[in-house]
T-cell receptor
Framework: AQRVTQPEKLLSVFKGAPVELKCNYS??????LFWYVQYSRQRLQLLLR??SRESIKGFTADLNKGETSFHLKKPFAQEEDSAMYYC?????????FGPGTRLSVLP | DADVTQTPRNRITKTGKRIMLECSQT?????MYWYRQDPGLGLRLIYY???????NKGEISDGYSVSRQAQAKFSLSLESAIPNQTALYFC??????????????FGAGSRLTVL
């Protein structure tokens, strides 16, 4: 079965510090890769997808096929980035969600 | 505003009761999904439907059933609820074509507690 790991359940950083949320997936073909985010009292929503190569809210994600990783990065974290982040590869027709990382950006 | 609506938002029930969670959407998407969220496990797929006549089991379909009554409606049923079905349930939709193909749009969630 496809597996997705996000090794940090909770990640705390200070405002202005760089942040990296890790995501590793088990190898099987070439999934399309997504990050979804859930802010407090809001719905789960798309943050970014690999094929778009966009930078959303300052976040980027680099696909490393050799390491089967898709880590999410932002050079300067903001307090409004505090949220739950889910890595979600799309294999075939369906997503497999990682367990999530809660990012807390401290003032 | 086009949206994904789930009802009820919260439900407390007893073991053995039949429960239905409903999902409707005004986004015009052809695909609909039911996920379950448990702490530390992320979202797990229960059932999905790619059009009205298409129903597919997901990773954790045991104990659940679904009905796609129309393109806009997708209901999840627990025929005989048990306590380990206590969870937050999300409905999601996506389009199979276009620039936002495969991007999930989520409902607000339905919190179910089985006593």
């Amino acid at each position: 079965a496809q597996r997705v790991t996000q090794p940090e359940k909770l990640l705390s950083v200070f405002k202005g510090a760089p942040v990296e949320l890790k995501c590793n997936y088990s190898y099987s073909g070439s999934p399309e890769l997504f990050w979804y985010v859930q802010y407090s009292r809001q719905r789960l929503q798309l943050l970014l997808r690999h094929i778009s190569r966009e930078s959303i809210k300052g976040f980027t994600a680099d696909l490393n096929k050799g390491e089967t990783s898709f880590h999410l990065k932002k050079p300067f974290a903001q307090e409004e980035d505090s949220a739950m982040y889910y890595c979600a590869p799309l294999w075939g027709q369906n997503f497999v969600f990682g367990p999530g990382t809660r990012l807390s950006v401290l003032p | 505003d086009a949206d994904v609506t789930q009802t009820p938002r919260n439900r407390i029930t007893k073991t053995g009761k039949r429960i239905m969670l409903e999902c409707s959407q005004t986004k015009g998407h052809d695909r609909m999904y039911w996920y379950r969220q448990d702490p530390g496990l992320g979202l797990r797929l229960i059932y999905y439907s790619f059009d009205v006549k298409d129903i597919n089991k997901g990773e954790i379909s045991d104990g659940y059933s679904v009905s796609r009554q129309a393109q806009a409606k997708f209901s999840l049923s627990l025929e005989s609820a048990i306590p380990n079905q206590t969870a937050l349930y999300f409905c999601a939709t996506s389009d199979s074509t276009g620039t936002r193909a495969n991007v999930l749009t989520f409902g607000a969630g339905s919190r179910l507690t089985v006593l």
